[in-house]
């Protein structure tokens, strides 16, 4: 069965620096596919960055990267130079599965990350 | 605005009832997922819809059913509330047809409170 874990309830960072947040998964498919997604206290949920396990280099996207660690099964997203507005609850996700198909993409636990001016 | 329209936004209603809530994917979305957000259970799979048909299902009560229509608009339905019931419904889609690397486009959500 898929599980991610999220094991950082809470986190804190000042502005412009550098934070990390941990996710770990668990499949037994060779295919499968990594998600973030960050929900503001508005309440929406905003994709990220985006994963695949064939991957060879990890993903990027603007200040957004993803440490991608296959043998350990980790997928750690780097968020670099902080801003305010990065505040919110971010969550880890997993998609097992053909490529082509987005069935069942679980969510972790997430994790609050406050931004401190 | 994420071109995923989520009506109602609130919905308060008492134990018992039934509630209709209902998706209009983003033009060109053939995909519906819908999904519960709740305190203590976090964001659970609910169900998928492809072009109509249903293509999986996740931790869904069988008091709860979908359908996804011709237009490709989707309802949710909640039947014999409980308390327990009352979360946020988000909806979200996607294309399904190798754009995963742009994950799925969310709704804002349906907020159900059962009272």
């Known amino acids: 069965a898929q599980k991610i874990t999220q094991t950082q309830p809470g986190m804190f960072v000042q502005e412009k620096e550098a934070v990390t947040l941990d996710c770990t998964y668990d499949t037994s498919d060779q295919s499968y596919g990594l998600f973030w997604y960050k929900q503001p206290s508005s309440g929406e949920m905003i994709f990220l960055i985006y994963q695949g396990s064939y991957d060879e280099q990890n993903a990027t996207e603007g200040r957004y990267s993803l440490n991608f660690q296959k043998a350990r099964k980790s997928a750690n997203l780097v968020i670099s130079a902080s801003q305010l507005g990065d505040s919110a609850m971010y969550f880890c996700?997993?998609?097992?599965?053909?490529?082509?198909?987005?069935?069942?993409?679980?969510f972790g636990p997430g994790t609050s990350l406050s931004v401190i001016p | 605005d994420s071109g995923v329209t989520q009506t109602p936004k609130h919905l308060i209603t008492a134990t018992g009832q039934r509630v209709t809530l209902r998706c209009s994917p983003r033009s060109g979305d053939l995909s519906v997922y819908w999904y519960q957000q709740s305190l203590d259970q976090g964001l659970q799979f609910l169900i998928q819809y492809y072009n109509g048909e249903e293509r999986a299902k996740g931790n869904i009560l069988e008091r709860f059913s979908a359908q996804q229509f011709p237009d490709l608009h989707s309802e949710l339905n909640l039947s014999s509330l409980e308390l327990g019931d009352s979360a946020l419904y988000f909806c979200?889609?996607?294309?399904?047809?190798?754009?995963?690397?742009?994950?799925?486009?969310f709704g804002s959500g349906t907020r159900l409170t059962v009272v």
């Open positions: 979200a889609s996607s294309v399904d047809s190798g754009e995963y690397r742009h994950g799925y486009t």
């Open positions: 996700a997993m998609r097992e599965g053909e490529e082509t198909s987005y069935d069942k993409v679980i």
